[in-house]
Structure formats: structure tokens, C-alpha cells
């Protein structure tokens, strides 16, 4: 079984170092690596911020590797990182062959291959998920973190390269903590579980404005004459991005419409990925819940697991994918690891709470 796994693991690492150099060498020519080449040339390096800023830190760290080394070992260095980061999250779980070779299949596509093999932030994104995944799962399971040190340094990597991740991240700590403190059982997750979602109304009813002038500045971020970004149709009104959310958590995920695949290859190719992965996904939540209404049980603990982490990311990520595919397939990369894991453990059904019986109530 060992040699097995190990074989898993080698031709996924054989695959995620094939990726770097077709980054390098083939990707380049169709698209942009984003500021890959920057951080590589020292265009962000400045030791002085680097622990307090994402972007001079990995352009600090990329520029002081490739100096030494060369621009290859330093994309290669990046892939290896983001390899410890699924590993670490795949030691907390604890999978069967067929179910770790599931996961490093649907992790091999070449969207997340490509953008988690070179010195970028998704990278590092992949890291710092991981440790994070890694010790929420181990905490769900034992009812205590895996490595303090580790859940430590993932957080503030989080906060560092994406603090908006930390509001789906606190949600599903605050689920399992609150619920393992007060031992909580099928009705008492039920209580909690409703309590979530009217914290999350309240949190997005109260803030609204302040969203809403976020994103009155956010297409500006994005350049009209790339050929790739959309015509901002959005968010044209107040409070659009809670009317435009729905199509946009959509666009976000996917990426490119059919219309857009067809202009450019690359697009299509992802597309086809994007729909995939859809369907993969689709199928396990199908499976998930269609399960507990035959057996007639609602399992409110796992429910509730998946939708404080899963739904809170989905929506913090849209407003930066919507407006370009191309950006929509990138920033999917930072999360895709932790959504599928997210996924496969309530899939797996872990941990042992009892169901409530529909109709109990």
C-alpha cells in the first residue's frame, strides 16, 4: 500500500514540475504569468516590508532564490511549496488509494497545475490553505489542532496574502469551537447552524455600504484594453453585488462563457476543465444531500461544516474573478485544494454526530 501511495505522489510531483516548464517555456506564449517575472527580476524586492506586505514578500523571497539560483529552481522552489501544503492537509485525512488518487487527479488539471507551479501568490496560496485545512479538519475529528505553530503560520500567511479567506476561515472555526465547547449535539448544531446564517445576513446587511464602495472602484483594477476583461454589467447599481452575486460566484468559478471560449483556445481548454470540475463537484453535494433525504436524516453538523467554509469563500472571491476570466481561473487556483478537501470530508462523512430524523422538530 505504502509503495502505492508512493507512486501516487511521485507522478503527481513528476506532473506539477512538467507544469513549471510549460509555464515557462509553452503557457508564456498564448498568456501572461502575472508578475512572475517581476518577482523574478527584483521588481518587488524590499526586505524592509516583506513581512508585512504579500507582494514584497514573495517578490523579496523569488528575487534572493533566483539570484542564487537561477529563475527555474526558483518556479520549481514555489511548486514544491505548494506540494507541502497539500501533503500537510492530506496527512490530517485519512484516505483510502482510490480516494488520495481522486484528489491529486482532479488537482492535476492543468489550471491549478500551471498557476500553483511557479513563483506566484496561488502558490503560496496552496501552503498556507493547506496548513489551515490541515488542523481545522485534525480539529473537527480530535477536538484539537494538529500543530499550533503550523495553524500559526498559516493564518498569517492567510492574512497576509488573502485576509478576505479569514471570514470563511473564522466562520467554520467559530462553528466547530462553539460547538465542541458546548458538546453539542444534533439540535444544538442546528441552533448554531441557524445562527450562522443570521449573523452572516446581519454582517452582509450592515456593511453593505461599505461593500458597495469597494466595489464601485474595483473594475478600475482591471484594464479596458485587455482583451479578456468583461464590461463591468454588474454592478451598475447600488447593491448590485448582492443582486449580481448568484451569475457572478458562477462566472468566478468557471471562468470563461462559451462565447469567450471560442475567441481563444486557452479559454476553451479551461472551460472544458471548469465544467469538469462542475460536475465533480456537483455530483459529490448531489450525493451529500440526496443521501440524507432517502435515509430521511438531516445531518446538520456536516451540513453546516461545508456551508460555513464553503459558502463564505465562494462569495468573498467573486467581485475579483467576474470581471475576467482569465483572472477567474487564477484566483480559483488559491482555493480549488481547499474546496475539494472541504468537500471529500463531508463526502467521507468524518467525525460521528447524530443525525436528526426529519420531522423530529
Not at 55 to 71: E, L, R
Not at 259 to 273: R, V
Not at 305 to 310: E, Q, T, V
Request: proline fraction near 3%.
Amino acid at each position: 500500500m505504502q509503495m502505492k501511495f508512493s507512486k501516487s505522489w511521485s507522478a503527481f510531483i513528476l506532473l506539477k514540475i512538467i507544469y513549471t516548464f510549460v509555464a515557462l517555456y509553452v503557457y508564456i506564449k498564448f498568456s501572461t504569468l502575472g508578475d512572475t517575472f517581476d518577482y523574478l527580476q527584483g521588481n518587488y524586492f524590499y526586505p524592509e516590508k516583506m513581512l508585512l506586505h504579500s507582494t514584497y514578500m514573495i517578490g523579496t523571497v523569488a528575487h534572493f532564490i533566483s539570484s542564487a539560483v537561477g529563475d527555474v529552481a526558483t518556479n520549481l522552489s514555489f511548486c514544491f511549496l505548494s506540494i507541502l501544503g497539500l501533503r500537510y492537509a492530506l496527512n490530517t485525512m485519512n484516505l483510502n488509494l482510490r480516494e488520495l488518487q481522486f484528489v491529486l487527479l482532479i488537482l492535476s488539471f492543468p489550471t491549478f497545475g500551471i498557476w500553483t507551479s511557479i513563483a506566484s501568490k496561488e502558490a503560496v496560496s496552496v501552503l498556507f490553505m493547506g496548513l489551515i485545512f490541515g488542523n481545522v479538519y485534525h480539529y473537527s475529528v480530535h477536538k484539537k489542532v494538529k500543530s499550533v505553530p503550523m495553524l500559526m503560520l498559516g493564518l498569517y500567511l492567510c492574512m497576509l496574502f488573502k485576509p478576505l479567506y479569514m471570514i470563511p476561515i473564522f466562520a467554520i472555526g467559530l462553528f466547530l469551537v462553539i460547538g465542541k465547547k458546548l458538546r453539542a449535539k444534533a439540535l444544538g448544531w442546528s441552533i448554531i447552524l441557524v445562527t450562522f446564517f443570521i449573523i452572516s445576513a446581519a454582517l452582509i446587511y450592515f456593511s453593505i455600504d461599505f461593500l458597495n464602495d469597494i466595489i464601485s472602484y474595483l473594475p478600475l483594477h482591471f484594464s479596458s484594453e485587455a482583451k479578456s476583461t468583461r464590461e463591468n454589467i454588474f454592478w451598475l447599481r447600488d447593491y448590485d453585488i448582492l443582486n449580481s452575486a448568484p451569475l457572478g460566484v458562477f462566472l468566478a468559478i468557471t471562468g470563461p462563457t462559451f462565447t469567450e471560449a471560442l475567441e481563444k483556445t486557452t479559454h476553451f481548454i479551461s472551460l472544458i476543465e471548469s465544467y469538469i470540475l462542475m460536475s465533480v463537484y456537483g455530483t459529490m453535494l448531489f450525493y451529500i444531500f440526496i443521501r440524507d433525504f432517502v435515509k430521511a436524516k438531516i445531518n446538520v453538523y456536516y451540513i453546516g461544516f461545508l456551508c460555513a467554509g464553503l459558502i463564505w469563500l465562494l462569495l468573498v472571491n467573486y467581485p475579483f474573478g467576474v470581471l475576467n476570466p482569465g483572472s477567474a481561473l487564477r484566483y480559483r487556483s488559491n482555493y480549488s485544494m481547499y474546496s475539494l478537501l472541504l468537500i471529500l470530508a463531508v463526502y467521507k462523512r468524518f467525525g460521528a454526530v447524530k443525525a436528526i430524523k426529519i420531522g423530529d422538530y
